[in-house]
């Protein structure tokens, strides 16, 4: 258990549908991140919010959209993806910026 | 652009044997952190090293900034040692706070 919890673990979804991945962290940090993960890529970073407020949109098109409603709460809302945006979806936490980041187990996406 | 580059991007080894896996980087860091994924995807964090040794059981890493290089030391390797090693770095003035991955050391264990 790292602190991190991702829901859903896997999800299967249309190129028209509308879902979203949430991501909850226990360890009382100020900074929330997310990462894509894709086959025969590195680790992609995508968001980075501090104390609530985007610091980081790290050129991921529109359909990615992101919210941080607190700092223990992070989601990624999905629309009209692409089967290339099919990857393993990382949300991370850390107690501010620079100090040691801590990963979800991540959210398995297919787009079909 | 910040690069961290990692070598080698394969490694198999037998049960028992020790192992260096590098990172270089391209700009001074202030964060570095070394990850293992299992084959479940799941990222466990191994060390926070922008500078200095740290030691964890059979695992170690020394980071020497001034010249851009990490080094993840495994000894006694065992099976459950293989997946792969990523290392990641963010950078000041870089406008992000995020991680720059590594594109990984693939390790095999053999029994």
């Known amino acids: 258990e790292t602190g991190v919890t991702q829901t859903p673990r896997h999800l299967v979804m249309g190129m028209t549908n509308k879902k979203s991945l949430k991501c909850e962290q226990h360890l009382g940090h100020n900074a929330m991140y997310w990462y894509k993960q894709s086959a025969k890529k590195p680790l992609e970073l995508m968001f980075v919010y501090n104390f609530k407020e985007q610091t980081e949109n790290n050129s991921v098109p529109s359909r990615f959209s992101p919210e941080c409603p607190n700092s223990s709460h992070l989601f990624l809302h999905l629309h009209t993806l692409q089967p290339e945006d099919s990857a393993l979806y990382l949300c991370a936490s850390s107690l501010i910026a620079n100090q040691p980041q801590h990963f979800g187990d991540g959210t398995r996406l297919s787009i079909l | ?111």
């Open chain 2, 1 to 111: 652009g910040i690069q961290v580059e990692q070598s080698p991007p394969d490694l198999i080894l037998q049960e028992g044997a020790n192992s260096t896996l590098r990172c270089n980087f391209s700009d001074s860091v202030n964060n570095l952190q070394w990850f293992h994924q299992n084959p479940w995807g799941q990222l466990i964090n191994l060390f926070y090293i922008p500078s200095g040794t740290k030691q964890n059981g059979r695992l170690s890493a020394t980071t020497v900034a001034t010249e851009r290089y990490s080094l993840l030391y495994i000894s006694s390797s065992q099976t459950t040692d293989s997946g792969v090693y990523f290392c990641a770095a963010s950078f000041p003035g870089g406008g992000a706070d995020g991680l720059t991955f590594g594109k990984g050391t693939h390790l095999i264990i053999q029994p």
